[in-house]
T-cell receptor, first 115, second 112 residues
Framework: GAVVSQHPSRVICKSGTSVKIECRSL??????MFWYRQFPKQSLMLMAT?????????EQGVEKDKFLINHASLTLSTLTVTSAHPEDSSFYIC???????????FGPGTRLTVL | DAKTTQPPSMDCAEGRAANLPCNHS???????VYWYRQIHSQGPQYIIH???NNETNEMASLIITEDRKSSTLILPHATLRDTAVYYC?????????????FGKGTTLSVSS
């Protein structure tokens, strides 16, 4: 149980385009999901907290107009990287909180490469 | 959240127990200790968490000192597939909007 999926697993796009990443909790409902970013040889950095039915809370230094987060249902949160640039190339990982155990479960990650 | 201190790397022979230490000397009474691991190019995997009592599950055991200032994650019989970065994180329990904040973790290398 407590499985989280992400789609796509890998995406390559041209500079200036937008990319949408989906995060789904497959066997539980998650009122809260989180988005992280990880650069090579670094640890995970929290980008934002996504709450179902309300606006996301962004960490300092993360542009909310560039990284659009939508948490429209209890099993789906999306991250859209708008007008992507090469410096946005990274490993994006989501997690979903299982309320009953107060435990976060992570998706497998999405590798974004912007050319 | 309280900071944690972990050794940057550890080695372990396959089949032996791996004991990964974590210091969290400023932990508060309502903060839990969580352990996750990340195998290369994958999302972090939940291992175990606890407040003050020792915990055991099918993956590992968590030993928390009585003063709660440190803990040890024990993998009883390490295999090559346990090679990963292990993160010890303290987090206030019961708060939905409180995320896990990752430090640098310990890179565990299991060799045959």
């Amino acid at each position: 149980g407590a499985v989280v999926s992400q789609h796509p697993s890998r995406v390559i796009c041209k500079s200036g385009t937008s990319v949408k990443i989906e995060c789904r909790s497959l066997d539980f409902q998650a009122t809260t999901m989180f988005w992280y970013r990880q650069f090579p040889k670094q640890s995970l950095m929290l980008m934002a907290t996504s709450n179902e039915g309300s606006k996301a809370t962004y960490e300092q230094g993360v542009e909310k107009d560039k990284f659009l987060i939508n948490h429209a249902s209890l099993t789906l949160s999306t991250l859209t990287v708008t007008s992507a640039h090469p410096e946005d190339s990274s490993f994006y990982i989501c997690s979903a909180r299982l309320d009953s155990t107060d435990t976060q479960y992570f998706g497998p990650g999405t590798r974004l490469t912007v050319l | 959240d309280a900071k944690t201190t972990q050794p940057p790397s550890m080695d372990c022979a396959e089949g032996r127990a791996a004991n990964l230490p974590c210091n969290h000397s400023t932990i508060s009474g309502n903060e839990y200790v969580y352990w996750y691991r990340q195998i290369h190019s994958q999302g972090p995997q939940y291992i175990i968490h606890g407040l003050k009592n020792n915990e055991t599950n099918e993956m590992a055991s968590l030993i928390i000192t009585e003063d709660r200032k440190s803990s040890t994650l024990i993998l009883p019989h390490a295999t090559l597939r346990d090679t990963a970065v292990y993160y010890c994180i303290v987090r206030v329990g019961g708060q939905a909007g409180t995320a896990l904040i990752f430090g640098k973790g310990t890179t565990l290398s299991v060799s045959s």
